[in-house]
């Protein structure tokens, strides 16, 4: 059966977390690269450990969390006025230049779309609302509902739950290579959209599709649908 | 309770895995560094990835994709040759120098020691077989039993299952944070042998103890008895 719906991640898929290497930059000169990654790979790993274990803390904490430990680690002296700028550029990052346009398309197409990210309800509706993109989801979806982060099944399974049909039926969408293993371990078609060109995980998995940015989505579904 | 057992961490606690950077730097000169870090965090994170997912596969797989992936990422060609000498470098890992005297001083103490390791059972054969350490564990034990990796709480209960007492009589010692705070969370009284005086990780967790190396385990356990 076709596709009849498309499941976003959201940080690193549709808004660009790495933005914030540029704040980082102005308040550390030349640690704001470094900063931003380690940053990104702890708020991850927290994810991870903490959905192992079952100590489940809202994102917007793990991020915090994450925060800290890399300052630490990387040796710089996080003030509370530098914390509080750069926690919130998380709730008004940048989505990707061709992430609207897209999105437009998409709808146009007749897809139903939805988000299902890590993030917090809080997180989600004030980065969707400041990017002007309320109207083009059917729903936007927290783990926060199940208390387990991707790549547990239970946060995938929101997904299906709430778009009412198959995971087979539903294109996930994701930067993350690890998160398009999760999501095809689950039984969604998933789709990486790799952008820095990187190599796969070796997890034993192949995407349903793949692109170098969102822009490569509407022909991939236009050509899935003519061929299914 | 004082403390009647000591379980160990295998892989960065009693053997030096950053020791393997030395090979890897005379078969990718000025990578070896890059490379070792590298395959260690990838291969964690692809055991944290399985596991959350009930995707199992044995230590020595996991850690040989880590490996293939680390090598495309940097650019690395890994000819079969280089393949082979790196993964059986694994089988043969070299202690940490303190280690063999300070598991005497501890079996003098009258304490029962194991391992519990995240590889597999003919891995972690070879590595103590190769360290002359077989006659000083009671037990050495493997995740591979319940086919989950740490830090999910089945993989420690083996530890608890197998010495027959109480995780809080059990000192669970690594020089992994992740695994320090996993042990933690599941029960045990955990020790972190931070040689790297690395910052401890944000995950709300304190150590039952900390010391720079395993020589510093002897005094904390005795000290430990005297007070309880």
Redesign the interface.
């Known amino acids: 059966m076709a596709i009849q719906a498309i499941l976003f991640d959201a940080y690193g898929t549709l808004f660009d977390v790495y933005s914030i290497g540029r704040l980082a930059d102005k308040l550390f000169p030349g640690q704001g690269d470094a900063l931003a990654a380690l940053w990104r790979a702890k708020q991850i790993?927290?994810t991870?450990?903490?959905?192992?274990?079952?100590?489940y803390?809202p994102f917007w904490e793990v991020t915090q969390?994450?925060l800290?430990?890399s300052c630490?680690?990387l040796g710089l002296n996080l003030d509370l006025d530098a914390q509080q700028a750069l926690m919130s550029q998380y709730a008004k990052l940048s989505p990707f230049p061709e992430c609207l346009s897209v999105l437009q398309q998409l709808r146009a197409q007749g897809l139903r779309l939805a988000i299902l990210s890590n993030g917090n309800s809080q997180m989600l509706e004030a980065v969707v609302k400041a990017a002007g993109m309320q109207a083009l989801f059917n729903h936007v979806l927290s783990v926060d509902s199940v208390q387990k982060y991707k790549?547990?099944?239970e946060a995938y399974q929101i997904g299906t739950d709430m778009l009412g049909t198959g995971a087979k039926n539903i294109l996930f969408v994701s930067s993350n290579c690890?998160d398009v293993?999760?999501a095809t371990?689950?039984g969604y078609k998933a789709f990486w959209v790799n952008r820095a060109g990187?190599?796969m995980?070796?997890?034993?998995v192949t995407p349903y599709g793949q692109g170098s940015s969102l822009a490569d989505l509407p022909a991939f579904v236009e050509h899935e649908r003519e061929h299914s």
């Open positions: 790993e927290y991870q450990l903490r959905t192992l274990c079952s100590t803390k969390d994450a800290v430990f630490k680690k790549t547990a099944p690890w293993c999760g371990w689950f990187a190599p995980e070796e997890l034993g």
